[in-house]
């Protein structure tokens, strides 16, 4: 019963945290597939896949802006199965607005989820973890690589999800827990193809013209590094923030 590993993922109804509940439990990961109650995607159809592809799941509610909620699902987790592994901070939200009309109140609710949350989520995690244990938290190239006009206070805190990984990385490590980040890129998602606050799926396809890899990226190429960090395999990769971009980030624009 306890012998399997345990995943929290946060935002896992679609997108990159779908994926990867997938792509985990493929491993042999049990995963909780963390939904936030008010997120129109549903969390059914990641239990269907994962249990399609032979794994085992649990849906559970939460909302990271709660110290409260993000606990419990640490321990619904390890009250069903006696143990949590791994950590994958991975909701987060994202609002267009320009800086020099941008409320204290838009800053601070943005800053909550896709910063705070991540901070919740790691902490909660961290209680439960021993030796081997991993936290990956999602970055972004807006702020991990990049500032993006419009969008200081989600740069902002995607720049701020590299400083606290590398803190807990030095200051877990001597209990052989590990934390990284991932940066992704442009990344074909819900988040990604609105077309309010992101690129939308005409700015998407615009994209592709200038990644070298010549497209968008898809969640689960995302997961498999999630996955990666997640496991035994990536035993001394610690504080790191790896880019999965299609080259994006390093290529020379004509």
Not at 128 to 142: F, L
Not at 236 to 241: F, I, K, T, W
Not at 249 to 254: F, I, K
Request: aromatic share 6%; glycine share 12%.
């Amino acid at each position: 019963m306890t012998d399997q590993p345990v995943a929290m993922i946060t935002g896992a109804a679609s997108g990159i945290g779908a994926a990867t509940a997938v792509c985990l439990a493929e491993k042999g990961i049990r995963v909780g597939i963390g939904t936030f109650p008010g997120d129109p995607h549903d969390p059914e159809t990641t239990l269907k896949d994962v249990r399609d592809g032979g794994g085992e799941g649990m849906i559970v509610e939460v909302d990271v802006r709660s110290t409260a909620s993000v606990d419990a699902f640490a321990e619904a987790l390890v009250s069903t199965w006696r143990r949590l592994d791994v950590a994958v901070a991975n909701a987060g939200i994202l609002r267009e607005a320009a800086f020099d009309t941008l409320s204290d109140e838009q800053w601070h609710d943005l800053l909550d989820v896709d910063l705070h949350g991540v901070m919740r989520t790691a902490r909660a995690g961290l209680r439960h973890m021993g030796d081997g244990g991993s936290v990956t938290a999602i970055s972004s190239i807006a702020g991990g690589v990049y500032g993006w006009q419009a969008h200081a206070h989600y740069a902002t805190a995607k720049a701020g999800v590299l400083g606290l990984v590398r803190s807990l990385a030095v200051e877990y490590g001597p209990r052989g827990i590990r934390a990284n980040a991932i940066i992704p890129g442009l990344i074909r998602t819900p988040q990604s193809t609105d077309a309010v606050n992101s690129l939308g799926p005409e700015g998407l396809e615009r994209a592709g013209g200038y990644i070298p890899w010549g497209r968008v990226g898809d969640p689960r190429e995302v997961a498999e590094v999630i996955a990666f960090l997640s496991s035994p395999q990536a035993s001394y990769v610690s504080g790191q923030a790896i880019v999965v971009d299609g080259a994006l980030t390093v290529a020379m624009r004509d």
